[in-house]
């Protein structure tokens, strides 16, 4: 069915009333402890504290999974990757506030903007409302913070700085005007503004240009003065 196990014998396990526990907790996202009050094991049910088996498709390009699948022999449906999030997002209590970072990254990938703004809202105000119930006044979860930045950049700004190739592919978020922000790549400093219709950069470099990607498409950008590109 295309739905990746969390490991060996995960499908074995039994799977737990979420709606029953929400409605008796109403705060859930520490599953295990709740578990454990009541003798119970989290080990003996389909429970995530947070996107375990989805975070390969946080740290890798999806091209590269499929090959890597493919390789090992496995033919999965095209839509695979829709079916692992919704399949997890029913099994995960997000005891962890980064979860929501990287489901939020997978929702966009997957097309499902609301979802990803959803789960973008709540990963960014995590700590402004104390969702984990009292730890906010031991300290900010500092690693949810950046990664809101990171899915702001990579995900929403679409910028991709992984191959030797500054590419973009921006897909904002309805509410989102336009994001602008600066970077460095090969010692070449960049400044972005990027709206739903056309990207503003300067490259500031001792190079004449550079060539980067919009949209899979290569464009050769003239440094040391603002350019636009419309986003087709």
Known sequence: ????????????????????????????????????????????????????????????????????????GYKLPDDYLQKNLNYYL????????????????????????????????????????????????????????????LIALMSYAGLDIKSSTVKFNPNLPKYWRKISFNFNFVNDNYECEISEKEIKLKINSDKKEVEIEIGNKAHEIECNKWMMVEIC
């Open 1 to 72: 069915e295309g739905i990746l196990a969390q490991y060996d014998g995960y499908f074995d396990l039994k799977e737990l009333d979420w709606k029953a526990y929400k409605e008796k907790y109403e705060n859930i996202y520490r599953m295990d402890r709740i578990l454990k009050t009541e003798g119970k094991s989290c080990d003996d049910y389909k429970v995530a504290k947070q996107a375990d088996t989805l975070m390969i498709f946080y740290v890798l390009e999806k091209n590269e999974i499929d090959e890597i699948l493919n390789d090992l």
């Open 90 to 149: 029913q099994r995960t209590s997000h005891g962890s506030t980064l979860s929501r970072v990287v489901h939020a990254q997978l929702a966009n990938i997957t097309g499902d903007k609301n979802l990803s703004w959803d789960l973008y809202k709540n990963a960014l105000t995590s700590d402004f409302v104390d969702v984990q119930g009292g730890t906010t006044g031991e300290g900010i979860h500092s690693g949810v913070m950046a990664g809101t930045i």
